[in-house]
């Protein structure tokens, strides 16, 4: 799918980095290498990686190709745009926030051992003093933060009261007996009070929003290795003892990276995720228990100070598991009552058994009760199908077709969703049930039947967001349409590119022909006989700056839709005619065939037309040769035919291409006026338990038709070959010269007697 952020990093620099700072750290340990040049050296490299990544983040502008994503997948159109570069432009601003305070990090362990033993404690507290705040800054705006509810809030702080307690009640446990100094205090306080903030922050937000729970929990880590280090430094520890700082530093800035590139990736946040329940109720008692052993066994006695704060630990872990046997409670009443309203939509909208009011939000809320299982989005294409009565028969096929317990709804004018509970393979069979249902005719108004198109897309609900679900099958079911309707797609990354690049087409194509970006390429058609060039025929080439060459399996149906075909094929028809004279000019007597779809031949002034860029360009006639495709000139047989007619009483030629020959082809081709029959080189291979090639049948009806045969595609001297042996005149194809510019194709001539035609 096209890229909606920065690419996913690769975990060998993390694992480098990683693994030096634990070998610096285990030669400080063992003394090998004094304390504060280990701490130095181990969180160097960590801290660098994570400084250069997130300067890069900082300075990621929002791409075109993003941008174009998010419009094209987005349910609402072209505010989607103006959001995600208010978000990107906040995630780079962030970015370059967290650079700064995992540098100031970094930095202040990195002069340790250039620092005498005096400065060392003051360059702790500059470097925790300017860390804490940038720290508090970028994260109070990450993006994706939403305002929380007052129970929501009442839960946080309690949580992090009991864990800050817990965690002052431990730093007081592990702190060496008598005076503390002021700077420790501060460290051992303040360190406490951020670091249970931050954790409880990481953990609230894991699923929610996993990005910015990395952020918090790298934060966390940071600050609270240098508030390690101010304890250690204010102790006047020995040098051996500063190597501890290392891993919770080192650790907190590849953490904050790797959270700042998810965030910046625009990850959306889970609703409804509930946040963890254990390590918020067990970690504040767990720690408080681990401190107090730790200490009882050192120690042997507390003091009524210390007992009367390791007592204050109960309260707010009462009150927390109050507040989260109360949330439970909700939880467990609002899936009642989902469950209940579930059921109600199930049973249909009435006696006649009639899909349910839904609206798109009610919508979203049914999909979380069916994760697991697939939802169909079911689109209406006919005239008449908003009628009431067709649209309540639509409804009452649906739901007869659907399982007792899918849920079928109407959403919008025309539309049905069905939630199923099936998994996506069954689903797409259930789709395509429900689209043969549909394809029956309906009585409508007066007697007449009515026949309903409609196009189903499909998405998975496993484990996904609802907005994402219901974005997925809307996209599929625009590939449905787009690919002709009556048929099921399902939702894949590929099918979204597909959509974005079918959106750009159609945004770059406006205008295509007066920016001068469309092209003919040639290729030329030899005598068989002697492979002398008799002709060539002109292929169609769109030059977008934008998308590079696009060629016209991909053009035309986009300009068909956007009513350009006409705007397209007459520069097509004006430029091959140009290039004709131009050609007769040296002497070169070829012809030129130009392919057109019947929807161009049923422009009234097609014929007219074409005349008038005959003559405007003093071209013989029969040097034009007008093609259609076989397989599109069934539904419009009487207007081709009347076209091609008219066509041939001006000199033009004619010709009908990619022909199938199959029984109503060959039925079909005594009704076509042409000069010229196409066919595949497959009709040359050998027919099944020895039979001749069908090219001879084919060649021999042409014979008695009046019509000369054009072998294309001839890719091997075997199938040259073959198509001289049948008796056909004239070839195409790779094997004996390949599409090029006028100019090439020009010299390639020069190289050949002129022919005559």
């Known amino acids: 799918m096209p890229p909606t952020g920065p690419r996913r990093w690769p975990l060998l620099p993390d694992f480098a980095a990683s693994l030096s700072g634990a070998l610096f750290l285990l030669a400080g340990i063992a003394g090998l290498v004094p304390g504060p040049a280990a701490a130095a050296l181990a969180v160097a490299g960590g801290s660098a990686l994570a400084c250069v990544r997130l300067a890069w983040l900082a300075g990621v502008p929002p791409t075109p190709a993003a941008t174009r994503h998010e419009r094209a997948v987005g349910w609402a159109g072209g505010s989607a745009t103006g959001r995600r570069a208010r ?121 929610r929003r996993p990005g910015a729970a990395r952020c918090h929990a790298g934060a966390g880590l940071t600050l609270g290795g240098l508030a390690l280090l101010v304890v250690l430094l204010a102790y006047d520890a020995p040098d051996r003892a500063l190597s501890a700082v290392a891993p919770p530093v080192l650790a907190g800035a590849l953490l904050t990276a790797a959270g700042a590139r998810r965030t910046s990736a625009g990850e959306r946040p889970h609703r409804g995720a509930a946040p963890a329940a254990w390590p ?49 409670r909700h939880r467990v009443e609002r899936l009642a009552a989902s469950e209940e309203w579930l059921r109600r939509l199930v049973g249909g909208g009435g006696d006649a058994g009639e899909p349910a009011p ?59 969703a069905v939630l199923t509970d099936l998994g996506p393979v069954p689903a797409y069979a259930l789709g395509h049930r429900l689209l043969a249902a549909l394809a029956e005719p309906y009585p409508g108004p007066g007697g007449i039947m009515v026949h309903v198109r409609a196009s189903i897309g499909l998405a998975e609900t496993t484990g996904g967001d609802p907005e994402d679900v219901l974005r997925q099958a809307d996209l599929a ?61 002109a292929l169609l080439r769109w030059r977008s700056p934008a998308l590079g060459t696009v ?45 057109v779809t019947p929807r161009e031949l049923a422009a009234t002034d097609f014929v007219a037309r074409t ?36 066509l041939r009483s001006l000199g033009v030629r004619t010709a009908l291409d ?69 008796g056909c005149r004239y070839g195409q194809g790779f094997a004996l010269a390949r599409p090029a510019t006028a100019e090439r194709v020009e010299a390639w001539f020069e190289e050949f007697p002129s022919p005559s035609r």
């Open 87 to 207: 978000r990107v432009a906040l995630s780079r601003r962030v970015a370059a926030i967290l650079d700064a305070a995992v540098l100031v990090a970094g930095l202040t362990v990195a002069v340790l051992p250039l620092s005498d033993r005096a400065h060392r404690l003051p360059v702790a507290l500059v470097g925790l003093g300017l860390a804490t705040p940038l720290y508090a800054t970028a994260l109070f705006r990450l993006p994706g933060r939403s305002r929380l509810a007052c129970r929501e809030r009442l839960r946080r702080a309690v949580d992090a009261l009991a864990l800050g307690v817990s965690l002052a009640f431990a730093g007081w446990m592990l702190l060496p007996a008598g005076p503390v100094p002021p700077a420790g205090l501060v460290a051992s306080v303040g360190g406490a009070a951020t670091l249970a903030v931050l954790v409880t922050a990481a953990l609230a937000e894991r699923r």
């Open 611 to 646: 005349a008038t860029a005959l003559a405007a360009y003093d071209v013989p006639p029969e040097r034009l040769v007008v093609e259609v495709a076989e397989p599109a000139v069934g539904p419009e047989l009487p207007t081709v035919v009347a076209r091609l007619a008219g």
């Open 280 to 328: 918020r109720l067990t970690a504040p008692a767990g720690i408080a228990a681990l401190a107090a052993g730790v200490h009882l066994g050192t120690v042997g006695e507390f003091t009524p100070a210390a007992m009367a704060l390791g007592l204050s630990i109960i309260p707010p872990i009462m009150v927390s598991e109050l507040l989260a046997a109360a949330d439970q």
């Open 658 to 726: 990619d022909f199938r020959a199959e029984h109503a082809s060959l039925a079909q081709l005594r009704r076509l006026p042409i000069d010229l029959l196409k066919v595949g080189p497959h009709l040359v291979a050998p027919g099944a338990d020895g039979q001749r090639p069908l090219i001879d049948v084919v060649a021999n009806l042409g014979s008695r038709l009046g019509v000369e045969l054009v072998v294309e595609g001839l890719e091997s001297d075997g199938q040259v070959a073959g198509a001289r042996r049948a």
């Open 358 to 416: 839904l609206t798109r939000a009610e919508l979203a809320r049914a999909l979380p009760l069916r994760s697991g299982g697939a939802l169909l989005l079911v689109d209406l294409h006919d005239d008449l199908a908003p009628a009431g009565p067709v649209l309540a028969e639509v409804g009452r096929r649906l739901r007869a077709g659907c399982g007792a317990h899918d849920l079928v709804a109407r959403v919008g004018d025309a539309g049905f």
């Open 477 to 537: 079911r625009r590939r449905a349409v787009q690919l002709g309707r009556d048929r099921v797609e399902w939702y894949d990354a590929y099918l979204e590119e597909q959509l974005v690049r079918r959106l750009d087409l159609e945004r770059e194509l406006p205008g295509a022909v007066a920016r001068g970006e469309l092209d003919l390429v040639y290729q030329p058609v030899v005598a068989l006989a002697d492979r002398l060039p008799v002709g060539t025929e």
């Open 551 to 595: 060629l016209p399996a991909e053009l035309l149906p986009v300009a068909a839709d956007l009513d350009l075909l006409g705007e397209v094929g007459w520069w097509v028809v004006d430029r091959a005619c140009r290039q004709l004279a131009s050609w007769s000019e040296g002497g070169r007597e070829l012809w030129m065939a130009v392919n």
